[in-house]
């Protein structure tokens, strides 16, 4: 399995909103509902931001949304906050009980 | 406090053996799959394993099979990972995750644990 397309950075001013692809293929981002994205700062773990493309989970913020058309899904962090600042790491399921994770992406506030 | 806490990690020579652990609290693992996932320095999140709820199911990334071996202990709520014939390439941060079920992500992770292939 090859790791999911993520662009290595992007970057937005506070309040702007940014927007983070991940590309796959018809076997994994675009056979299935099942794209999760992740927050992970320097040193620590990751934290879940979304699940089933769009769901969140309790007590993360509704400035994040997900979406998803074909083999690409997208994270958009609106009115972006330093706190933000951080990489992104998709993660689509690819059947037969297996995942695969993006390339990471970093997100720099300017 | 739902809680993942990994533990056995260190260095090991290529063509080693080493066994990780994560030790689950605030929830019974029994009710969850549970996965690894690695992070090499400076690199990308990859999955590793996943083993289903009773035990009787495991799936390995290429990467790994039949190299690795994933194990649970739902009675004593731990996880394992079992690693044999480590490649440089193994050296990774391992971390244990949950899942409820095939898509709702992995939640929550633990701190992970520094495995070192090294010479």
């Known amino acids: 399995q090859s790791a999911l397309t993520q662009p290595a950075s992007v970057s937005g001013s506070p309040g702007q909103s940014i927007t983070i692809s991940c590309t796959g293929n018809s076997s994994d981002v675009g056979s299935y509902n099942l794209v999760s994205w992740y927050q992970q700062y320097p040193g620590k773990a990751p934290k879940l931001m979304l699940f089933e493309v769009s769901k969140r989970p309790s007590g993360v913020s509704d400035r994040f949304s997900g979406s998803k058309s074909g083999n690409t899904a997208s994270l958009t962090i609106s009115g972006l906050q330093a706190e933000d600042e951080a990489e992104y790491h998709c993660c689509a399921y690819a059947g037969s009980s297996n995942y695969v994770f993006g390339s990471a992406t970093k997100v720099t506030v300017l | 406090e739902v809680q993942l806490v990994e533990s056995g990690g260190g260095l090991v020579q290529p063509g080693g053996t080493l066994s990780v652990s994560c030790a689950a609290s605030?929830?019974?693992?029994?009710?969850?799959?549970m996965h690894w996932v690695r992070q090499a320095p400076g690199k990308g999140l990859v999955w590793v394993s996943r083993?289903?709820?009773?035990?009787?199911?495991?799936t390995y990334a290429d990467a790994v099979t039949g190299r690795f071996t994933v194990s649970r202990d739902n009675a004593k709520n731990m996880l394992y990972l079992q690693m044999n014939s480590l490649r440089v390439e193994d050296t990774a941060v391992y971390y244990c995750?949950?899942?409820?079920?095939?898509?709702?992500?992995?939640?929550?992770w633990g701190q992970g644990t520094l495995v070192t292939v090294s010479s």
């Open positions: 995750a949950r899942s409820s079920g095939r898509g709702d992500g992995f939640d929550p």
């Open positions: 605030g929830f019974s693992i029994s009710s969850y799959w």
């Open positions: 083993i289903k709820r009773d035990g009787t199911t495991t």
